[in-house]
């Protein structure tokens, strides 16, 4: 990770995410704005590979997340790192294509763990978020969300169905690992084939998915 921008309109919060992102990536240059419109004149004059956004505060809100994800180039991804998991905030920045959610609320080590996870392959996303967004697709869909599944289905192993309905669950790579007595790698190369199969790319989906074939209930 060679440069991060860090979207924040509060001074403190602002200092706290660099903190994060520091430890997370020592060698990064780390970038600044207090507004979605600086954030986007900012990825137009240099390369950067993550976007660590806020939406709370921002006189844009939920839009301004959107125009930041809009603005990045293509390979970079943005995670949200915020106060609060609620509606207004968590799914709009999820179907504008925030590739992880975070509380802030967690401890610093926690943050720096989810972050750097991204270079395994695991989408950082709070175990709470994740429990939040299976509920919700859950209660939005009622019984249409579960169906049987057919045939056509992409087959997942006994192994891979493990690792899912505990990933959907919000469990972390380390915490599958020790669960499973598998290594922290193989548990992430299990999950990268399990994205594979089932043509998704963040936990979100794969929380969907899990419980699309029976293997999680809220």
Known sequence: MKCVLIVEAEAEAEAGLSLVADQAFPVAQLRHAQA?????????EQRVELALIDPHGLDEGGQGVA????????GAVAVIVTGTDEDEYLFP????????????????DDLVAALQGMVQGEPP????????VLRFF???AGAALLPSPSPDDVALNARESEILQRVAKGFTLPEIAGQLGLSRHTVAD???????????????????EAARRGLVRP
């Not at 979605?36 to 137009?44: P, Q, S, T």
């Not at 125009?67 to 293509?74: E, F, S």
């Not at 504008?96 to 802030?104: K, P, V």
């Open 125 to 132: 996303l709070s175990p709470s978020v994740a429990r939040r």
């Open 93 to 108: 920045a999820l179907r504008a294509g925030a590739f992880g959610y975070l509380l802030r609320d967690q401890p610093v």
């Open 67 to 74: 125009q930041v994800i809009q603005a990045l180039p293509p």
């Open 138 to 140: 859950a209660e939005d």
């Open 36 to 44: 979605a419109a600086e954030a986007v004149r900012l990825l137009g």
């Open 190 to 208: 299990y999950v990268k084939q399990i994205y594979r199969k089932l043509n998704v790319s963040s936990r979100a989906e794969a929380a969907l």
